[in-house]
């Protein structure tokens, strides 16, 4: 049952981005072009409500469906998050695409972004190999 509801809420997500053009490839060009402030408002707004969840989460003490508490580790930024920054962005800008409207872009019938998905689930599986011997 709780797969199903993460089901239900993850096509719920995927209908708000197409809705709201966040998965609209002409958009993102904008906002790398800085012609727009459409997607910078999103991603701004999408910070400011993740910065409130978390602090929400840590300050009444959120439990996980099992009821253990939801722990947030800190970690420290060094050279393989910058790396892994740079890779992500060039991804985001040759495909257009950040993971997230990639599900909503191949769902839409667009194959295209059918092969950019399976490029970043199997580069998800490359980094769970190779994950020990990058940089930290």
Known sequence: MVYFIVML????????????EVT???RIQEMFRFDS????????????V??????????????????EPVVIETKKLGKGTAIGGIIFGIGW?????????L????????PAFLIALL??????LVYGLVRDKLPR
């Not at 978390?54 to 439990?63: C, D, N, P, S, Y």
């Not at 490029?119 to 998800?124: E, K, L």
């Open 103 to 110: 599900y909503a872009l191949a769902g839409c019938g667009y």
């Open 93 to 101: 800008g040759l495909t257009g695409a950040c993971p997230g409207p």
């Open 9 to 20: 809420l993850g096509i719920f997500f995927g209908m708000i981005l197409t809705n709201g």
């Open 50 to 67: 993740g910065a409130l969840s978390m602090l929400l989460i840590k300050t009444i003490g959120v439990r996980s469906m099992q009821g």
């Open 24 to 26: 609209s490839w002409f």
């Open 37 to 48: 402030f459409h997607m910078y408002g999103v991603i701004g707004s999408a910070i400011v």
């Open 119 to 124: 490029s970043a689930v199997g580069g998800t």
